[in-house]
């Protein structure tokens, strides 16, 4: 494939991407056209890292494919997960409107096809469009709540009770196929470890005794969820 015809595949992919009803609905085409063109599609490893705490980023990324993250670097030398970004969302998207070094460390969880927007890009456009604004705004008040929400959870909820919430946490966030009432988790022990302060052992402890009650399969290896109710 030619590099015009290289080119051309990656500004289709990138133009039906970002014109998906459901993802960004009013967008000006002028801000896609500018996301489009001033945009660059990259394929990244799983566990690359992206931005890292210190540091100020010149771009975000809308991961197209795979799983994202954002950690936070504790005094105890631990990083706290607060959950994952799949298709649509925004990598570095608070971080575009301040100069303020990162406090976290951004990578990909997975696999990861992304389109890196510079940050002038990114705040002109939303600057530009008023849909492009109120997604940002929506976005961060959902990220605001959410936030609220595992505080609480973390503070108040006993072991058994962290690890519930992180599972369902993940469950509605991650997209699903089919029943919904039975999904595979992507997310390892040591996820839930970040995502919980809690050991591996007592995580392991948790896991079995929620398979035992059958809200997780107890025929699979992975952590899959048989059951919300």
């Given amino acids: 494939m030619s590099s015009s015809q290289s080119d051309e595949s990656r500004r289709s992919l990138v133009e039906a991407f970002l014109s998906h009803p459901s993802r960004f609905p009013g967008w000006s ?23 890292t705490a210190g540091e100020v980023p010149e771009a975000c990324y809308m991961i197209m494919e795979g799983v994202a993250a954002a950690t936070t670097p504790t005094h105890q030398g631990a990083d706290f997960l607060p959950g994952f970004l799949y298709p649509g969302a925004f990598l570095g998207l608070a971080a575009m409107f ?20 510079p940050r002038r890009t990114f705040v002109e456009c939303c600057l530009a469009d008023p849909k492009m604004a109120l997604f940002v705004l929506d976005t961060l008040v959902g990220w605001g709540r959410a936030g609220a929400i595992r505080t609480a959870h973390l503070i108040h909820a006993d072991a058994r009770g962290r690890v519930v919430f992180a599972l369902l946490s993940i469950f509605e966030q991650q997209p699903m196929t089919g029943d ?12 839930l470890c970040r995502m919980t302060g809690l050991t591996r052992q007592s995580i392991s402890t948790h ?3 929620l398979r035992e009650l059958g809200v997780l399969d107890p025929e699979s290896t992975r952590i899959v969820v048989k059951s919300v109710d």
Avoid at 101 to 114: G, P
Wanted: overall charge positive; charged content about 25%.
């Fill in 29 to 51: 085409a002028t801000t896609r056209r500018r996301l489009v063109e001033e945009g660059r599609l990259v394929h990244v490893a799983r566990q690359t890292v992206l931005a």
């Fill in 98 to 117: 301040t100069d303020q070094a990162l406090i976290q460390n951004w990578y990909a969880q997975s696999t990861l096809k992304a389109l890196r927007i």
């Fill in 207 to 209: 896991l079995r005794a």
């Fill in 180 to 191: 919904r009432h039975r999904g595979h988790l992507h997310l390892s022990q040591n996820d």
